[in-house]
């Protein structure tokens, strides 16, 4: 099983990720969050309460509750790098 292991907030919206696998990579939290809607989101809209985040049990976590998977992540940073 993937997991985050390390994140680090870097420019608007943009994380830089390593995971337990080696693999390492940008997040784009912009992109992200252009495409999708919901409650928990909307305050990562805010570039200083996205910076906010911290990896919890191998998980992107926030203060506000929401957490994104180290493999939905995985495969968005590998897509990204492919692309």
């Not at 506000?64 to 968005?76: D, I, K, T």
Request: net charge negative; hydrophobic share 45%.
């Amino acid at each position: 099983m993937i997991k985050l292991l390390e994140v680090t907030s870097f420019g608007k919206h943009r994380l830089a990720l390593v995971f337990s696998d080696g693999v390492h990579g940008v997040f784009d939290g912009g992109a992200y969050l252009a495409t999708r809607q919901g409650p928990l989101l909307e305050p990562l809209r805010d570039a200083a309460c996205f910076a906010r985040c911290f990896v919890d049990a191998g998980a992107l976590c926030w203060p506000n509750g929401l957490e994104l998977s180290a493999a939905r992540l995985h495969g968005l940073v590998e897509n990204a790098q492919t692309a």
